[in-house]
Each structure stands twice: as C-alpha cells, then as structure tokens.
C-alpha cells in the first residue's frame, strides 16, 4: 500500500484495531490508545469496516472529483 507521510495508521493496523474491537470485545478508547489515535478515529474506522469490509479500511483517493479551475470552451 502506498500510504501518504502523514497517515496515522497503514491499512494493516486499522485492520488489527477494528479486529480488537470486533472479536476482543474491547472499547475505541481502549484500542485508540494502544495505537496512539483518537477514539473517534477508531470508531470512524470501525464504521468504514462494519459498512464496506476490509476493502473500506483502505485509504481513501485524496484527488478530487471536480476542478473548479478547469476553463471551458464555449
């Protein structure tokens, strides 16, 4: 995976920290803590994986889908 520099955690550990939350039964405070991000985030992510799976914890295209910039030819 081609992670950017500033993500705080690569695809492997987001996997790791919702599998705590799922199977261990462990809290997002808990598992935020351990991995050094907010509770918020691990809930964030536990809620990409509930609604997409595994392929939902990958990062998501930072491109944008529109460039207002573009000049149009009329």
Not at 35 to 40: E, I, K, N, S
Not at 59 to 74: F, K
């Amino acid at each position: 995976m081609n992670a950017h520099k500033h993500v705080r955690l690569a695809f492997d550990r987001r996997l790791e920290m919702v599998r705590q939350m799922i199977i261990h039964g462990l809290d997002a405070a808990q598992v935020g803590l351990a991995q050094g991000v907010t509770a918020q985030a691990a809930r964030k992510w536990l809620g990409w994986y509930l609604s997409g799976g595994e392929p939902a914890l990958a990062d998501p295209s930072s491109r944008t889908a529109r460039c207002s910039c573009r000049r149009r030819a009329w």
